[in-house]
């Protein structure tokens, strides 16, 4: 790459892949040989050099400056790819299929980027992204096998060059940097701690860090950019407090050097969310605690040093330089992203990215990438991109989007100002209206109620549904009458499990109340004559025809209601199944047509309920 060629982006969607150019131009790219199959993986090395991505029967390796192919592994039914660190080999996986041959049987396989020449396989049943790792120089690759650690030289992958033992290894990583080290975790068993051991990779007799602690059932590694430092977060599967679902964490700093390890102290009880390292200082962050959580930055001593206070988030990211960061709220919370001028210790702005499930800094450090992803949310798919000021530069819609991958590169190349950029001139959003609406199933946000407080508030509304399962029973028996809608006329109903003396000292209660009012009664009864006599000299209306079954009740209107919910998602699903390209029956061909009667009948339905709910009001009145 040269100092001066645009950042790039490349996308996988339902039957679409792209590649793009990053903003300020945003345009389209043209590829030397689109694929026209659906595209399974994509993947670009971490050297930006190369983009590879996998169909059906093949996988190709393509030149991200000329755009043209450079490799094609004729593999079939690759559905990940992964590069080595500098993008001199290409690693694909396979899902596991039981063979007599064990080479027929590796489904981890190494290739040569630029021939596509095999070099070697494993098999490996479940696959992650740390399966295989590799040195930032590319000597070694490194996997977990019958726990033990097994260092492979790339071009003799049949035979293990080093060999690390340690009793009860569960998860590995090795660390970036020029001198790498590799840090093991055994879990916790019996009265004996977890610990996590460091060891210099080829250098297996003696460990240069040790750190030893309790409640670790698994633990993750966030290793700083020169290796120098790893913070290691502790997760047990089950809180013994109770106060979680999600079991307890706790986050431990070691020196790679073996001369300094801690706990890293967090003023708030509850989960650590996330922790990122700055790519620039040797300081992190970390967002933790019951939400409203608390995002930190610690120093290099596991010191605090900045409070960026509490709210709903549990995600944080630094951009390349280290200038700015991000601290935001995805999945269950609103999607808002505060981003952060760490030289200023200022807040720049907040933005909107609700529904997102993917976001990253490009590697120019000046915009944030943030993308709706299939199969976490089947709608409202879509790219947006938004300059650090807060401008949202772009946006574009796809319909089941997968997977958004920014093409690496050094932040070296993109110099920071001493003060931060404004945005470029000449940018406009593809589609504003769209870009800047809310979803339209967002709700206005409103004061929490406990349930208890929800019924006392249905019941003094006038709301006529369902309380609980004893009321619907109720309700299906007694024609739906609420217990409290009152019907004048009508026979009064008695509770169920009500004995004769409940009813008759019941009974002598109201015949007080009426006997200490009867003025209100007076007024009652004229009333009442005044209303018939009115309806006697008002014609009654003509007589319609009732429609063909539909339902007397508000029980059973409901009922019908979520009978054709149920039958919606059915057509749904099989709608996917016939987009998908997969041939069905007639039968379900025509259930898919009668999409639109369904939606009528809900319409219908909906009218009969906000009738019904008007008529019993009238009532009350």
């Known amino acids: 790459?040269?100092?001066?060629?645009?950042?790039?982006?490349?996308?996988?969607?339902?039957?679409?892949?792209?590649?793009?150019?990053?903003?300020?131009?945003?345009?389209?790219?043209?590829?030397?040989?689109?694929?026209?199959?659906?595209?399974?993986?994509?993947?670009?090395?971490?050297?930006?050099?190369?983009?590879?991505?996998?169909?059906?029967?093949?996988?190709?390796?393509?030149?991200?400056?000329?755009?043209?192919?450079?490799?094609?592994?004729?593999?079939?039914?690759?559905?990940?790819?992964?590069?080595?660190?500098?993008?001199?080999?290409?690693?694909?996986?396979?899902?596991?299929?039981?063979?007599?041959?064990?080479?027929?049987?590796?489904?981890?396989?190494?290739?040569?980027?630029?021939?596509?020449?095999?070099?070697?396989?494993?098999?490996?049943?479940?696959?992650?992204?740390?399966?295989?790792?590799?040195?930032?120089?590319?000597?070694?690759?490194?996997?977990?096998?019958?726990?033990?650690?097994?260092?492979?030289?790339?071009?003799?992958?049949?035979?293990?060059?080093?060999?690390?033992?340690?009793?009860?290894?569960?998860?590995?990583?090795?660390?970036?940097?020029?001198?790498?080290?590799?840090?093991?975790?055994?879990?916790?068993?019996?009265?004996?701690?977890?610990?996590?051991?460091?060891?210099?990779?080829?250098?297996?007799?003696?460990?240069?860090?040790?750190?030893?602690?309790?409640?670790a059932d698994k633990v993750e590694f966030y290793w700083h950019a020169l290796g120098t430092s790893l913070l290691v977060l502790t997760q047990t599967d089950v809180d013994n407090t109770g106060r979680s679902y999600y079991g307890e964490s706790s986050l431990y700093f070691m020196a790679a050097a073996g001369n300094f390890d801690c706990r890293v102290e967090l003023d708030r009880e509850g989960p650590i969310h996330d922790v990122v390292w700055s790519p620039s200082e040797k300081e992190f962050a970390v967002v933790y605690g019951y939400m409203p959580a608390k995002t930190a930055l610690f120093n290099h001593r596991a010191e605090p040093v900045f409070d960026f206070g509490t709210a709903p988030r549990n995600f944080v990211r630094f951009n390349p330089h280290g200038r700015v960061l991000a601290i935001a709220g995805f999945g269950n919370l609103s999607g808002q992203v505060d981003l952060w001028d760490r030289r200023a210790l200022k807040k720049l702005c907040t933005l909107d990215a609700h529904g997102a499930s993917l976001c990253e800094w490009a590697p120019d450090g000046r915009y944030l990438l943030a993308a709706t992803l299939s199969p976490r949310l089947r709608v409202d798919n879509a790219i947006r991109i938004w300059h650090y000021s807060g401008a949202l530069v772009y946006h574009s819609p796809h319909n089941e989007l997968y997977h958004v991958d920014w093409r690496p590169a050094p932040a070296s190349m993109f110099p920071q100002r001493?003060?931060?950029?404004?945005?470029?001139?000449?940018?406009?959003?593809?589609?504003?209206?769209?870009?800047?609406?809310?979803?339209?199933?967002?709700?206005?946000?409103?004061?929490?109620?406990?349930?208890?407080?929800?019924?006392?508030?249905?019941?003094?509304?006038?709301?006529?549904?369902?309380?609980?399962?004893?009321?619907?029973?109720?309700?299906?028996?007694?024609?739906?009458?609420?217990?409290?809608?009152i019907?004048?006329?009508?026979?009064?109903?008695?509770?169920?499990?009500?004995?004769?003396?409940?009813?008759?000292?019941?009974?002598?209660?109201?015949?007080?109340?009426?006997?200490?009012?009867?003025?209100?009664?007076?007024?009652?009864?004229?009333?009442?004559?005044?209303?018939?006599?009115?309806?006697?000299?008002?014609?009654?209306p003509a007589p319609s025809p009732a429609p063909k079954s539909v339902p007397e009740t508000e029980v059973e209107v409901l009922k019908r209601i979520r009978m054709l919910k149920k039958k919606i998602g059915q057509i749904d699903q099989l709608a996917a199944r016939r987009d998908g390209g997969e041939s069905l029956e007639l039968n379900q061909l025509a259930k898919i047509e009668s999409r639109s009667q369904v939606d009528d009948e809900i319409a219908e339905l909906a009218a009969r309920i906000s009738a019904l709910s008007t008529a019993q009001q009238n009532l009350k009145e």
């Open 487 to 540: 019907v004048p006329g009508a026979p009064s109903r008695a509770p169920v499990g009500a004995t004769k003396e409940m009813l008759a000292r019941a009974g002598e209660k109201k015949r007080t109340r009426t006997r200490k009012a009867p003025k209100d009664d007076a007024a009652a009864a004229a009333a009442a004559a005044a209303a018939a006599a009115s309806t006697a000299n008002t014609p009654p």
């Open 418 to 485: 001493a003060a931060l950029s404004p945005v470029p001139a000449g940018i406009s959003i593809a589609d504003p209206a769209a870009a800047s609406a809310a979803p339209a199933s967002a709700k206005p946000a409103a004061a929490y109620r406990p349930p208890h407080a929800r019924i006392h508030e249905a019941a003094n509304s006038g709301s006529s549904s369902p309380r609980s399962l004893s009321d619907m029973a109720e309700r299906s028996v007694f024609g739906a009458v609420s217990s409290a809608r």
């Open 1 to 215: 790459m040269t100092a001066r060629e645009p950042t790039q982006f490349a996308y996988r969607a339902l039957r679409e892949m792209g590649v793009c150019s990053g903003p300020p131009e945003s345009a389209v790219l043209e590829l030397g040989a689109k694929p026209t199959a659906e595209v399974k993986a994509l993947k670009y090395s971490p050297n930006g050099s190369y983009l590879a991505w996998a169909v059906a029967d093949e996988v190709r390796v393509f030149d991200t400056h000329s755009l043209r192919c450079v490799a094609t592994v004729g593999r079939p039914g690759v559905v990940d790819v992964r590069f080595s660190p500098k993008g001199t080999y290409l690693v694909t996986w396979e899902r596991y299929t039981k063979q007599d041959d064990a080479e027929a049987a590796h489904n981890l396989r190494v290739w040569d980027a630029t021939t596509g020449a095999l070099q070697g396989g494993f098999v490996q049943k479940s696959f992650s992204a740390h399966a295989l790792q590799w040195t930032e120089d590319e000597k070694y690759c490194a996997m977990l096998y019958s726990g033990e650690v097994r260092f492979y030289a790339p071009t003799a992958l049949d035979r293990a060059a080093h060999v690390l033992k340690v009793e009860g290894i569960s998860s590995f990583s090795v660390s970036p940097g020029l001198a790498p080290a590799v840090a093991v975790f055994v879990p916790e068993r019996g009265s004996r701690p977890g610990l996590v051991r460091m060891y210099p990779v080829g250098s297996f007799s003696r460990a240069v860090a040790n750190k030893s602690f309790f409640k």
